[in-house]
């Protein structure tokens, strides 16, 4: 029987996998519908407990279907009725899943709590693969490009079927199960609270079930666009929304309601009466706002076609009074600011599926155009603005104002915006993310030209030039953009009104600096923010503008500068101007020499107050720089948008391959990224935007000086270093030593100063080339435990699982994955260079290893991030540091063990294995590909010393000894198993070939390694696997692919079929004879080899029948017509034999003897 694990198998490799499914699969795949149908129509139900059944069970003896009778013991019949008692299913149904945990698992020597955790999550697992099935299923119909068209009309043929037999109404009162605490749903209050998931990870039961009714909650809004809802749909969804929305997010609340359509009349006023009824809850008023707006955007929809089918009166005063009383109330309660923040921007919203959010984006698309379509809404939105214009103030201080570093900040100053204003905002979020959703989008510019209108304060002005930066969001909408605010459509607004403005202040500091005694002025709050969102358009504008077209755009960027280095202006407002310039880098290359113009001419100097002026003098007084700005300015507000904005900037320079000797380097090691744990932060986004920036500040410098090789000037004699060093820098056609060069200003006699140095350590003064390499900086603070060391600790410290909720729950959460991936990336640059030059640095530098092995903790927190695995970039650092650590650390599996988090790593890098394995698109570059370096670090540590990383990870007995450890995969999640697993099934030879092939050769090393030999042997000639026979026909005889189609697949198939004869020679060669499993196996090996009825071992003759009586799947081996030794032979190309080519030392000493003897 097709379990659901392997039907969702088969689907997802026809259905996700990036090339088109062939006809074989096709079929395959319609057959796992077809035999999936029954589950999905009857999704999750299950046969409740009956006495009957579970006297069956206390009785010990019954009969499963399809199995013979089984007696159970005192402890299988207790574990059986509470797994009855605690997931309300049936006793007879718990017993088959204890049947199915022993298969999957093996129970010998588990306790009782145990076998019931992995049992329920064995249950779950099931429940998850058929919902994820049908999810998939859904995708495939809705939101999945690229599949066939004849593909996707079939599987939307299934899933019609299957809606109208009544499955929405049971995704319905699935999620209504689920929200209860009872054992049906969230587990009843003496409920175990955790499970064991598939890979034997301890996981607690409502976090399962909260992530079931997630992916239900998707299913049911992907099903209302395949069959639409009727009017019993509309109500039992409005009712688990208002009964649970304490509890749900907008994830599965506000958009499962977005689509109703209905043309029943009596329907239209029972639920118009239902919709509008007072809700005391305030979190329930705000989602059922929500679902006022959707509906009477629906009464919009349908209005034309009531009023062509029905007596006009009736829709005058029916039809007309809904829409009505349905917009007051909309505008009454602000509905647009609810679904802001408490949908749109939140963290559940943000950090979603992205193929789901831009589900839900499309829908919320189509609900404004509609909604700003027609006449009734357009007035009541015209007369919202005019309220607008009216009740807001005009101007403030800038120095009143509390900066928001979103920009979306009236709330700070007026309190809840006006629905004008949050219909603006509304519209901006929804297009952020989507902005090819505009593409020809005439309803919506025409509600631009309307609101662009006749701005007399700044908050509405603020709003509409914020859905302006929005719209241009595209190449063709930044066009649009930038032609509207060229001409002349808005009397006030434009291109114009910018720079003038920047021009304008600039004059007025310049007259207040020439008048003796003078203040400078005020920044009016208005004009900054103003400002702010005027320079965020022109931001957008540029960055997606026409490479072409864009150069002639804006061409004296000068006033953006000129405000830079003046006190009185607002730090959110520098922080504008200068991420508005770091757009104009990648303009044209004589735009970006343009720029470093103008920032040394306007920009605050990097750091000057108390330390040297330009003449290098002392200097006698504070001068404002950005040392000032950011310490005294900056941190006593606890934000810091200029000083994010200057890394940014530099980050964006450098990255053009453009800097100037140390610029900033200093500032940003001292005054920013050192201190930044003891800042405080109004916003802590803020906070990770700002270890952002400076992690890719060292991260691209860093990447620079190790790309030209710089430090290799340390390798050898002065002479053989001079010689590479020059080779690298000097030599004409490196072009990476002229960027340097560039860059840094290196000279030939610096690498004398450099090489002359036998003793660095000893001299005080650093010669110009460490001066101006950053990576040299960088690699003394690692390799010294200094300051961006332990910051960059502290920030992976807090642990993966930290990581992961942050990830999850916070709307900083991308943010600090980023400093996340960029920590590591660091750490891995120091660990390939810091042997280099250990040696010459000693005592005072020491390897990175070794400052890390002085708090255990600093390594486990590195090695456990290969449990994150929503960015690959992550996994893939942690098993590179694993790698490098575990080559240099003796002692690293004794460190895992003591620090109790071996078990822990064993089942992450199984489930990464496995996870890698289930993939269906190729990784072009392998060392990108967490499946293969695993591989790489299990092959690399085979032969060293023992207990080593691949003795850990494959479960190896530690506690006694490596050679006598009896292998149980079965038993154990582990890599071994994941291998086993990959090796058996050999799918989806495409993407996994790599796969296959280190699977075998790990195999083969192991087999070689003295330690393991034994046990991987005995584990493979086992009865449970056949694993030598079954793989002569999967690998060793298959048809090879063509050289003309796939040549890369066929070279690996024959890599495969080359570690699979070497695995059979040491099992041929090396196997106790003695031992029943080797014997046979090595039996069944020459039977299918040679397809002999009689095999002579030794001194024995046996009977080729009484060998194969017993193994069935043997049966053919007797009508063999050719051998298998000849189709082997028909892949090889031979050379001459080297007859003095010995066995390998390692086989000839192994104990083992020699027992087949050389013939004649």
């Known amino acids: 029987m097709v379990t659901p694990k392997q039907l969702l198998s088969i689907i997802e490799s026809s259905v996700v996998s990036p090339f088109p499914p062939s006809p074989a699969q096709r079929i395959e795949l319609l057959h796992a519908i077809r035999t999936l149908l029954p589950s999905l129509k009857s999704l999750l139900s299950y046969p409740p407990p009956r006495p009957s059944d579970r006297a069956q069970v206390r009785s010990k003896e019954l009969r499963l279907p399809d199995s013979p009778p089984i007696s159970l013991d005192d402890q299988d019949v207790q574990i059986a009725l509470k797994l009855s008692d605690e997931l309300y299913l049936n006793e007879i149904d718990c017993v088959q899943l204890l049947v199915s945990a022993n ?13 019931l955790r992995l049992a329920a999550g064995l249950w779950y697992s099931e429940r998850r693969d058929i919902v994820m099935a049908l999810y998939t299923l859904l995708r495939a119909a809705v939101i999945d490009p690229g599949l066939e068209a004849g593909l996707v009309a079939d599987i939307q043929k299934y899933l019609e079927d299957l809606i109208n037999a009544g499955l929405r109404q049971r995704l319905i009162s699935l999620i209504k199960e689920l929200n209860r605490e009872e054992p049906a749903g969230l587990g009843g209050p003496l409920s175990e609270h955790y499970l064991l998931d598939s890979r034997g990870a301890l996981v607690e039961r409502r976090a399962v079930v909260c992530r079931e009714r997630l992916l239900l909650g998707h299913c049911l809004v992907l099903s209302v666009l395949v069959v639409r809802t009727g009017p019993k749909d509309v109500k039992d969804v409005f009712s688990v929304l208002k009964d649970s929305a304490a509890e749900l997010n907008a994830l599965s609340a506000l958009s499962d309601k977005s689509s109703i359509l209905s043309h029943d009349a009596t329907f239209r006023k029972e639920f118009q009466d239902t919709v509008m009824a007072v809700v005391n809850d305030p979190n329930s008023e705000g989602f059922v706002g929500g679902v006022r707006l959707a509906w009477v955007v629906h009464l919009m929809l349908i209005h034309d076609e009531i009023g062509l089918g029905e007596a006009v009166s009736t829709v005058s005063s029916n039809e007309f009074g809904y829409i009505n009383f349905c ?23 943000q950090n979603d599926d992205e193929d789901m959010v831009y589900m839900y984006n499309a829908y919320l698309h189509k609900l404004i155009t509609c909604f700003l379509s027609h006449p009734v809404a357009r007035d009541k939105v015209k007369e919202s603005k005019e309220k607008a214009m009216i009740t807001l103030n005009t101007y403030r201080m800038a120095g009143d104002f509390v900066h928001d570093s979103s920009m979306q900040g009236e709330q700070a100053a007026e309190g809840v915006p006006l629905p004008f204003v949050s219909l603006l905002e509304f519209v901006s979020e929804i297009y952020q993310k989507e902005p090819e959703l505009l593409s020809g989008n005439d309803v919506l510019w025409t509600f631009v030209n309307f609101a662009g209108e006749d701005h007399t304060n700044f908050q509405t002005l603020v ?40 021009s304008i202040y600039d004059e007025k500091y310049k007259q207040s600096l020439q008048t003796a005694g003078a203040m400078l002025p005020e920044f009016q709050e208005g004009d900054a923010k103003a400002l702010v969102a005027y320079l965020n358009v022109l931001q957008k504008v540029v960055q997606n503008g026409n490479p072409i077209e864009r150069k002639n755009w804006f061409p004296d960027i000068e006033p953006l500068f000129k405000l830079l280095s003046y006190e009185n202006v607002p730090t959110y407002l520098k922080g504008a101007l200068r991420n508005t310039i770091a757009t104009f880098v990648r303009v044209s290359p004589v735009l970006k020499d343009t720029i470093w113009t103008f920032l040394e001419q306007y920009d605050l100097p990097v750091v000057v107050g108390s330390q040297v002026g330009i003449s290098g003098q002392p200097m006698a007084a504070q001068v404002y720089d950005m040392q000032f700005e950011l310490n005294e300015i900056e941190a006593r507000r606890e934000q810091y948008p200029s000083t994010i904005s200057f890394l940014n900037l530099l980050n964006a320079l450098i990255a053009e391959e453009k800097d100037v000797s140390d610029r900033g380097r200093r500032f940003i090691y001292d005054h920013v990224f050192g201190p930044f744990p003891q800042r405080a932060y109004a916003d802590p986004s803020e906070k990770w935007q700002l270890v952002v920036a400076c992690l890719q500040h060292f991260h691209i410098k860093g990447l620079f000086s190790i790309a030209f090789g710089c ?70 603070d690692f390799m010294s435990g200094k300051t961006v060391f332990r910051n960059i600790m502290s920030i992976l410290m807090p642990g993966v699982n930290t990581i992961i909720a942050e ?47 002085q708090d255990h903790n600093q390594i486990v927190a590195l090695l456990e991030y290969v449990r994150y695995e929503f960015l690959p970039q992550i996994q893939q650092s942690s098993i590179k540091i694993m790698s490098i650590l575990s080559s240099r650390m003796v002692g690293l599996v004794q460190l895992l063990l003591k620090s109790n988090v071996a078990t822990s790593l064993v089942e992450d890098y199984a489930s990464c294995l496995e996870f890698r394995s289930q993939e269906c698109q190729v990784i072009e570059n392998s060392r990108d590909d967490p499946g293969i370096l695993i591989m790489q670090l299990l092959i690399d540590n085979v032969s060293r010393p023992a207990p080593n990383i691949t003795h850990l990870l494959l479960k190896f007995d530690l506690d006694t000894s490596i050679e006598r450890t009896l292998l149980q995969p079965k038993f154990h999640f582990s890599c071994l198993k994941v291998i086993l697993e990959i090796l058996e099934n050999l799918s989806k030879p495409d993407v996994n070939a790599w796969l296959h092939e280190f699977g075998f050769q790990l195999l083969y090393e192991l087999c070689l390694d003295p330690l393991t030999c034994g046990p991987t042997l005995d584990l493979l ?30 070279i690996s198939s024959l890599h495969q079929r080359a570690w699979l004869l070497k695995l059979l020679a040491v099992e041929l060669h090396a196997a106790y004879m003695s031992s029943p499993h080797h014997r046979e196996a090595c039996q069944s090996i020459l039977a299918h080899l040679f397809g002999q009825d009689v095999v002579e071992t030794g001194t024995d003759v046996i009977s080729q029948s ?29 050379r001459s034999p080297d007859t003095t080519m010995n066995l390998s ?6 104990k083992y003897n020699l027992l087949v003897k050389s013939s004649d």
């Open 103 to 115: 298969q999957e698992w093996g129970l010998v020597g588990r306790g009782p709590l145990e076998i």
């Open 327 to 349: 917009l007051e109330s909309v505008f009454a309660k602000n509905v647009f600011h609810f679904l802001l923040e408490k949908v749109l921007r939140s963290a559940a919203y």
């Open 463 to 502: 709003a509409f030039l914020n859905m302006l930066s929005t719209l241009a969001s595209s190449q063709e909408g930044a066009s649009k953009v930038y032609e509207l605010l060229q001409g002349k459509a808005f009397r006030s607004i434009g291109w114009s009104t910018l720079f003038n403005c920047l």
């Open 711 to 780: 430090p290799n000037v340390f390798f050898g004699s002065k002479s053989i270093a001079k010689q590479k060093a020059s080779k690298v820098l000097f030599e004409p056609k490196a072009k990476a030593g002229l960027r340097i060069l560039r860059m840094y200003d290196i000279q030939e006699q610096d690498l004398d100063s450099v090489i002359d140095r036998s003793q660095l350590s000893a001299v005080t003064q650093p010669s110009s080339l460490q001066m101006q390499l950053p990576i040299l900086e960088l690699l003394k």
């Open 807 to 853: 990830r999850n729950s916070q709307v900083y959460g991308p943010l600090l994955e980023k400093a996340v991936q960029l920590s590591l990336e660091i750490v891995i640059l120091v660990l390939e260079k810091d042997i280099l030059l250990a040696d010459f640095w000693r005592p005072l530098y020491q390897p990175l290893d070794v400052v890390l092995s």
């Open 1021 to 1050: 000639s086992n009865k449970k696997y056949h694993f030598f026979v079954k793989h002569l026909d999967s690998v060793g005889v298959a048809p090879l692919p063509k050289r003309n189609s796939n040549q890369a697949l066929r």
């Open 1106 to 1134: 009484l060998i194969l009586q017993n193994n069935k799947e043997h049966t053919a081996t007797r009508t063999i017509s050719k051998t298998k030794v000849s189709e082997l032979l028909e892949v090889v190309q031979f």
């Open 1145 to 1150: 030392q390692i086989i000839s000493n192994m």
